[in-house]
């Protein structure tokens, strides 16, 4: 199976629709205040599960570009037994000569503020760890589909209580620019998961038996590079505690940019230039909210296919309020929310978002590419660091890996000196995803399995379930064969799980590669 095929296989699970269990009934009703969920119960498995429940406004009309507002009241009850509707989706980043063609939701929809619970023990008098997840897919693809909650309460001995959130996706939730910042909120699409975390505050023990202070989130991919957004957040002084801890999984962390930056300003203006709404600097977002949705997404997949490959347009900015600085100066200063932090990153993340088929014989060009605000001379000290490493695709794999996804995981933990845990998912090929077969066990790519081993397995899934239940992986919730895992801060080990030539595993404690660190620095 080649890498885009595999891509656009995984975008297309991840928007297929969930079958639902024949052995499932209805749920009690939970009262969210604004509105009466009725979920469905799962006998066989002891799992509550309420798909799809509202947790803000649709922000559509006057509300686009806005802060997330509270939903408004819902006579009667809601059937909470399906997933919800995703957000408008976006697409990789598209060369002329490599078009990334995207599998397209059926039901993408503007008003996608929607969450899913899942609940081993609906009106337990013991509330339960509660992990909160975010999915991936750059800020532009992903959402609540494809990622069945019932799946990690099964992995997690059924001692959590598992929140998946979805949020604004794209230029409907990451479009910046000075007009923006004057007129509506910058960063909406993390103010969605600000505005879910503190739904989850409000409601998990009440309705759901989870314990408001005991939460976990934990991303994959964009989500994970969310996951630091947050630990920044407020200069890391958000009110109340959201989260005690955080788990971090192929952290996502490309160049961002003040909101009014050239980049993010020069998207505004080819997003207002694209919907004819530049009259004046003044009425352009207001001429904005009054598009079509249709019509921006459109607009949103024209400026993303038209972006250097395989990467994404829209993301995250410093806002100078929520974020107030880059997050990597935020995490130097210590600047965070959270007390404890796990972190996996893939061995070989980089050739998921590099076409393999061109030839990167001038390294430093692509450097250029990736990099827009590099100059020559930055660009070929970063290619002469490389140029030892491999063949130029190879050096260029790692460029994109080690930038975006590796070395930003170790800026987060060393935000947390004495209080992170490292791990690294070596089996090959390694790439980003990969992991993601290990968390959510239905995800089966045709011609594509992962190393299927029951031991393995469990070792690599009960690191992060015994962190989030217990805030430390080597208090674990079913036996495995994973060793004792120190923590990284004291002497910069790492859990490594990889497999011998005989597909045995093979999981051990060791050093960090001082020369990754150093090309990280």
């Known amino acids: 199976m080649t890498l885009n095929s595999l891509q656009t296989t995984l975008i297309y699970f991840l928007f297929s629709v969930r079958a639902a269990s024949s052995e499932s009934i209805y749920a009690p009703v939970v009262d969210l205040g604004y509105a009466q969920y009725q979920g469905v119960f799962d006998a066989d498995l002891n799992i509550t599960s309420f798909l799809g429940m509202r947790y803000a406004a649709a922000p559509t009309g006057n509300l686009r570009w806005r802060a997330p507002s509270p939903p408004s009241a819902a006579g009667g009850v809601q059937l909470a037994s399906s997933d919800p509707p995703p957000c408008h989706q976006g697409a990789f980043g598209a060369s002329p000569t490599n078009p990334m063609l995207v599998t397209r939701a059926a ?30 897919g750059g800020y532009v693809l992903g959402g609540a589909t494809g990622f069945n909650g019932v799946q990690l309460l099964q992995e997690a001995n059924n001692e959590a209580v598992v929140v998946i ?66 630990v920044v957040a407020n200069n890391g002084k958000t009110q109340p505690q959201l989260f005690k801890a955080a788990i971090t999984s192929s952290t996502f962390l490309p160049s961002q940019y003040k909101y009014n930056d050239r980049i ?13 709404c530049t009259d004046s600097d003044a009425n352009a977002l207001e001429c904005l909210r009054a598009v079509d949705s249709a019509s921006l997404e459109t607009i949103n997949l024209n400026i993303l296919l038209a972006g250097f490959s395989q990467t994404f347009a829209f993301g995250p900015v410093v806002d100078g309020s929520f974020i107030t600085q880059s997050p990597t100066e935020l995490l130097a200063q210590g600047k965070t929310n ?71 995981t170790y800026n987060l933990l060393r935000a947390f000196p004495g209080a992170s845990y490292k791990g690294e998912y070596a089996v090959t090929p390694g790439m980003h995803t990969n992991d993601l077969f290990y ?27 015994s962190f989030a239940a217990h805030l430390d992986p080597n208090d674990k919730l079913v036996p495995s064969i994973t060793p004792a895992w120190p ?29 990754l660190l150093d090309r990280c620095e």
């Open 487 to 515: 923590k990284w801060s004291a002497a910069q080990v790492e859990m490594v799980f990889n497999k011998t030539e005989d597909d045995v595993p093979m999981i051990a404690a060791a050093p960090t590669s001082q020369a």
């Open 439 to 465: 968390y959510f066990s239905l995800i089966i790519l045709p011609g594509y399995v992962p190393f299927n081993n029951t031991d393995f397995r469990t070792a690599f899934n009960q690191g992060f379930f």
């Open 264 to 276: 993010p300003q020069t998207l505004f203006n080819e997003v207002a230039a694209q919907a004819r």
């Open 338 to 408: 959270g007390e404890i932090l796990l972190s996996m990153t893939n061995s070989n993340e980089g050739p998921l978002f590099i076409n393999q088929t061109v030839d990167y014989t001038n390294v430093a060009h692509y450097v250029r590419e990736l990099f827009p605000l590099f100059g020559d001379t930055e660009s070929a000290a970063v290619a002469s660091v490389y140029e030892s490493l491999g063949p130029p695709l190879e050096q260029v794999d790692l460029i994109m890996g080690e930038s975006i996804f590796v070395c930003p």
């Open 107 to 136: 039901a993408e929809t503007e008003d996608c503020l929607f969450l899913s619970v899942y609940t081993p023990a609906l009106n337990s008098t013991k509330p339960l760890p509660t992990i909160v997840w975010i999915h991936g």
């Open 165 to 230: 959130i979805q949020h604004r996706l794209g230029l409907f939730g990451f479009l910046a620019g000075q007009q923006v910042k004057d007129g509506g909120a910058l960063n909406v699409g993390l103010l969605d998961q600000d505005f879910a975390f503190r739904w989850v505050n409000k409601n998990a023990e009440r309705a759901l038996s989870g314990n408001p202070d005991h939460v976990t989130i934990w991303g994959q991919s964009a989500g994970a590079g969310a996951v630091i957004q947050h």
